[in-house]
């Protein structure tokens, strides 16, 4: 039976999600231009579009792409009466590598691809791009999401995140970030950037700041699945295996976190019975990892640790919240971050008391670095309320509403501000 257009079309996107990541790093590795590689990568696409429906697609689908973006680049690079002898000798190049058979030319891929991957993540998450820019290229590049579905993931206008991306290229054209990995003595701050973008992908699919939805769980899956490659690029960094492991675990707890109307449902409320345990085992495994790396954990490896308290609790109530409570210290300590301390009053209120927390809470709200962060009065209104504070936890709690941008998390803000009133009333 002939497959139908619309199942090869499924098929080439499929294809494309698995190989353009590769695709891109073996032209890039090529061409020196990650937005002409992209472009070269594009055009291929547009290929497989029309033709595969007629020829069907192929046995190996990423070798064909890979030979055919190379065949463009051959064309555009002769087009170009501007090309210069290196642009002349990176033609003659690929005329070589063109003319490889087909299985030679899969090996020669395969060869390299691991060093190419690690050369595009570098160079996407390069820290002369913002935060934005950076997170939107490597979803672009590396997780092969379409313009618009980074667009639709971030709540955002296609053009804003079309404008990011042209900007990036643009920007690293300009500012000629070489498309390498980095040097041993830059290698450290070069990976934090990398692992700061995965860990916001992350982020906003496990938490989304905007919208109506409380978790947007395939941007979960796309930072786990990148967490993994990478760990897999770098297996001798131990940070990038806390980061796999504090992924793992938190993304295990995401069928317990919403509820069956949609609203969100806290960790200490959770059904643990339905947090997954195959990722569990993962994060467990990624923390052993870390371990035998390094003797002196760094942040992420410290966050995974934390995830992996909860998860070693069968009940809430055997949480061991003292350990928790030492190792935000430890956080802290390491990274001077107000989103630290926040968290560490939490885990100071669990194991000694409301008032305990309460105190830290209040040293922030004076300090002010929170002032617009709605999690502050969240926290401290949940502080107020268990200490029976009733007015003024309402008061925080729709404070919180107030600031927060998703609609799920509002609700729950709001019941929580009226249970407070009735409360108070009663």
């Known amino acids: 039976m002939t497959a139908s257009t619309s199942d090869i079309q499924r098929t080439i996107a499929a294809v494309w999600r698995i190989e353009s990541a590769r695709l891109i790093a073996g032209l890039a590795r090529i061409v020196r231009d990650v937005g002409l590689a992209e472009e070269l990568a594009q055009d291929a696409l547009v290929l497989a579009l029309e033709r595969w429906p007629e020829s069907g697609v192929p046995d190996n689908p990423g070798a064909w792409l890979m030979a055919t973006a190379k065949n463009r680049g051959i ?236 998860a070693r609790a069968r009940r809430p109530e055997d949480t061991d919240w003292v350990r928790i409570a030492k190792l935000y210290a430890e956080l802290a300590a390491l990274v001077s971050s107000p989103v630290v301390e926040l968290n560490r009053a939490v885990a100071l209120a669990m194991a000694f008391g409301p008032a305990a927390g309460l105190a830290l809470v209040d040293q922030l709200v004076a300090d002010g670095a929170l002032a617009s962060y709605h999690l502050l009065p969240s926290v401290r209104g949940d502080l107020l309320e268990k200490l029976g504070r009733h007015a003024e936890a309402r008061v925080e709690f729709e404070r919180a509403a107030a600031l927060t941008r998703n609609a799920r998390e509002q609700t729950l803000l709001l019941q929580r501000a009226e249970r407070c009133l009735r409360a108070h009333d009663q």
């Open 75 to 310: 064309d555009v690079l002769r087009r170009n009466k501007r090309v210069s002898q290196k642009h002349e000798q990176l033609g003659q190049q690929i005329d070589a590598e063109r003319a490889l058979s087909a299985p030679d030319l899969e090996a020669a891929l395969d060869d390299d691809v691991g060093d190419d991957l690690l050369r595009l993540v570098f160079t996407s998450c390069h820290p002369v791009l913002s935060a934005e820019a950076r997170v939107a290229l490597t979803l672009r590049l590396l997780g092969g999401l379409t313009t618009d579905e980074i667009a639709r993931a971030f709540l955002v206008p296609e053009s804003t995140i079309a404008q990011r991306i042209v900007r990036a290229k643009r920007t690293l054209a300009d500012a000629a970030v070489p498309f390498e990995v980095p040097r041993a003595g830059e290698l450290s701050a070069r990976l934090a950037s990398v692992l700061e973008v995965v860990y916001l992908i992350f982020n906003e699919g496990y938490s989304a700041t905007a919208g109506d939805d409380w978790m947007r769980p395939a941007l979960c899956e796309d930072a786990l699945r990148l967490g993994r490659i990478l760990a897999e690029l770098v297996p001798r960094e131990p940070e990038v295996h806390g980061l796999v492991a504090l992924m793992e675990i938190q993304a295990s707890r995401a069928r317990a976190r919403v509820g069956s109307d949609g609203q969100p449902v806290l960790l200490l409320e959770q059904n643990r019975a339905r947090w997954d345990q195959l990722l569990i085992s993962r994060g467990f495994a990624a923390l052993a990892r870390a371990s035998k790396l390094s003797a002196t954990p760094g942040q992420y490896v410290l966050q995974g640790e934390l995830a992996a308290c909860h």
